[in-house]
């Protein structure tokens, strides 16, 4: 089997395991809206204090382990023992720091939530939101748990099992919520006042939240020795190059400082909002739907050609770290750009599958629009990013993201004092895009000239502008059904669940057929290669 085949074999299975993890994942947060609803002051409690622990574990650790991990791994396999003990030496210390830091930051929850939601001190959402993040916080360790187990899986090219995990912790994060409604009834319409929410109500929303996180990194510990992995406590930290590891990680965690400030800014400024505009629940909402494509698509895809581009990295072969590069921006853009139409045309069907109120449809369809808008930037950014961290270089991201996250939080500054209430939380989401754009051109010219090479920046511009034309003409086609359908009307069979499902399933596929179509016939090189081997499997 050719290298591209297995490629090919493992962005599929990533890419099929994440599909499913993440309509759990939306069958999740629909059944949350359902059991506690998508909008007040209790639904934003949780949404914060739920938020904090993978936002703060991102913080301390996740971009340090994310950039450090697979590289070093994939140097340290050159040894004898085929970096069995760097991997327990990393392991052992990975878990001890993050068990120290979930234990201070849970005990120190009224301070964390008092930073995130600094502009709401004193006011008896931020007291719920501490109530919870007590349950919440010891996510951080077992977030951290998934993430280590899992890339040195992904290091010794066993994807499937860090991609599937998440499944589990939303079917425990879904029982949970059974086990809610059935003990103490839905509220749907998010009226239960902070009063309300007594202990056992919250021990049981956060508590069961935190044991499906807890599932989802035990379980990988079953797939280690699948993998020829045997993993022993070693306290013994000197001398394997964990100091290179350490300076490698500078960058990625200032990544993380400065996007946490971004994020308290962000959240502070939505966190007062009134029910009846859009609120942090529907920014989480929001996201949710923004980053589903990226994680199916994008993640699975760059994740697949990490391994490899980090080992050519390993041996300054830069010719075939570009052409990677290329071959994921392009591989990633063929379908990001359909989908990005898809769910600006679709935002309407989309919201009604998660809010029932209808004056909040349009406020959640509105922040979808918003984020969507930037999906192309964000995958450019996202990819060039992991092409740093396969050259063992984290200060560049550093500088572009500190970019990105400047003109974002000047941009929710301005709009926190001037945009009217109802249009905020779609302000928030235009910012996140406009800092996106104006760091993607910094993040190409240092690839470049990290690389000394061209980035075959022609061939992924001509790629790029045929996707875009192409997913035009869909649109507008996509947009002419929708609304035929009913699908932007507040009554009728459009405005229903059941019709916006439906209107989801056939615009979606006439979208796919005519961009497909278009492709075909305008001859694109990178759908031909996509498509050769479907096509080899149908003819034989």
Not at 201 to 210: D, L, N, Q
Not at 282 to 299: D, K, Q
Not at 467 to 483: P, R
Request: proline residues 3%; hydrophobic residues 55%.
């Amino acid at each position: 089997m050719t290298r591209v085949e297995n490629t090919g074999k493992a962005t599929a299975w990533l890419a099929s395991g994440t599909l499913i993890s993440r309509i759990t994942g939306f069958i999740s947060a629909a059944i949350l809206v359902g059991t506690i609803g998508g909008v007040g002051d209790g639904t934003n409690a949780f949404a914060l204090a739920n938020s904090l622990p993978n936002n703060i574990y991102l913080l301390i650790a996740g971009g340090v382990l994310n950039a450090v991990l697979v590289p070093q791994i994939v140097r340290a396999a050159r040894s004898h023992d085929g970096g069995l003990a760097y991997i327990n030496k990393l392991v052992t210390l990975s878990l001890v720091l993050l068990a120290a830091a979930t234990i201070i930051l849970t005990l120190a929850s009224p301070v964390v939530v008092s930073i995130y939601g600094f502009k709401q001190i004193g006011t008896p959402i931020i007291g719920l939101a501490i109530a919870f993040s007590f349950w919440c916080m010891p996510q951080i360790f077992f977030y951290g748990m998934y993430t280590v187990l899992g890339e040195v899986l992904n290091a010794r090219k066993m994807f499937g099992p860090f991609t599937w995990a998440p499944v589990l912790n939303n079917v425990v994060a879904i029982a949970g919520m059974f086990l809610y409604v059935t003990l103490f009834g839905s509220d749907p319409s998010g009226l239960l006042p902070i009063s309300g929410w007594d202990s056992a109500r919250i021990a049981v929303i956060a508590g069961t939240a935190t044991l499906g996180v807890m599932c989802q990194a035990i379980v990988l510990v079953l797939f280690w020795k699948r993998a020829g992995l045997t993993f022993q406590w070693d306290f013994n930290w000197r001398g394997v190059g964990l100091r290179s590891a350490g300076r490698a990680s500078s960058g990625a965690l200032g990544i993380m400082v400065v996007g946490q400030i971004a994020f308290i800014i962000t959240m502070s400024t939505v966190l007062g909002v009134g029910a009846g505009d859009a609120s942090v629940r529907v920014l989480t909402l929001s996201y949710l739907i923004f980053v589903l494509p990226h994680s199916i698509i994008t993640v699975s895809i760059t994740t697949a050609h990490f391994t490899k581009m980090s080992e050519n990295a390993a041996i300054n072969n830069f010719p075939a770290v570009r052409d990677g590069f290329s071959t994921i921006v392009r591989s990633a853009s063929l379908p990001i750009v359909l989908a990005m139409f898809g769910i600006i045309v679709l935002s309407m069907p989309v919201s009604r599958i998660f809010i029932k109120d209808p004056t909040q449809v349009g406020a959640l369809a509105l922040v979808i629009i918003g984020q969507t808008a930037a999906l192309v930037f964000f995958t450019l950014i996202f990819i060039s990013q992991r092409t740093f961290y396969s050259l063992g270089n984290t200060r560049v991201p550093f500088i572009f993201f500190t970019i990105q996250y400047g003109v974002q939080s000047i941009v929710v500054f301005v709009a926190g004092a001037t945009v009217p209430k109802e249009y905020l939380a779609f302000s928030l989401a235009l910012a996140q895009g406009i800092g996106m754009l104006a760091a993607m051109p910094i993040a190409l010219y240092w690839l470049k000239k990290k690389l000394g090479t061209d980035l075959d920046g022609g061939r992924i511009l001509r790629s790029i502008a045929l996707f875009l034309a192409a997913g035009t003409i869909s649109a507008i086609i996509g947009f002419v059904v929708t609304n035929s359908m009913g699908g932007y009307a507040t009554t009728g069979f459009g405005s229903t669940l059941v019709g916006s499902l439906i209107t989801i399933a056939i615009v979606a596929a006439i979208m796919s057929v005519v961009y497909v179509a278009l492709l075909w016939v305008f001859r694109s090189q990178d759908l031909r290669a996509a498509a050769a081997p479907i096509l080899r499997r149908l003819k034989r």
